[in-house]
Structure formats: structure tokens, C-alpha cells
């Protein structure tokens, strides 16, 4: 998701034959929620993250498997679609 701020450059009355002054200010931040949830349950664990890289997405699974054995489940099955920040070194196991 994107957020951040957008200033708008509208209409101002101003003297004829001078144009206005309207400073525009585009600045953006990017966010990344990542999300697993159980079919069976509707349970749900997310985590909102910085960025969409393969470190984020390790991180996410490390806290996923210490949420999972807080709720006394051992094994967990995750599914990815294969893009390159969806892959980590350190599965489940």
C-alpha cells in the first residue's frame, strides 16, 4: 500500500494577469502487509513490514512459527506463489 502526502493545486483568486503560486508536494512511503491464515479456523496472524524482500519475508515466517508453537501447533503448511520475495532459506520446519 501506499501512503503519504498529496497537496492539491486548486483554483485561488489572485489580481488578472498574475498567476498563482501553488507549490505541490508529492511524498510517498511504501507498506507491505503480510498475512497467513488458516482455512480451516479463520485464524489469522499479519504483520505490517517496511519492505517486500526476502529478509522481511524470513522474518515474517520466524514470527509466524513462534505464534503457531505459542498455540501449541507443531506443524503448518505455507503456500507461496513462487515470486522471488516470497522464498526464504529458513522454512518451517
Known sequence: MR???RTHCRRRWTRQGKRPACP???DYEWGYLYVAICPFTGD???MFLSHLVKQCFTYFLQ???L???EKGIDKALVMG???TAHTS???LA
Do not use: C, E, I, R
Open 3 to 5: 501512503y503519504g502526502t
Open 89 to 91: 532459506q529458513n522454512w
Open 63 to 65: 514470527q509466524l512459527q
Open 81 to 83: 506463489d513462487g515470486a
Open 24 to 26: 505541490v508536494k508529492l
Open 44 to 46: 489469522t496472524y499479519a
Open 67 to 69: 505464534h503457531l508453537q
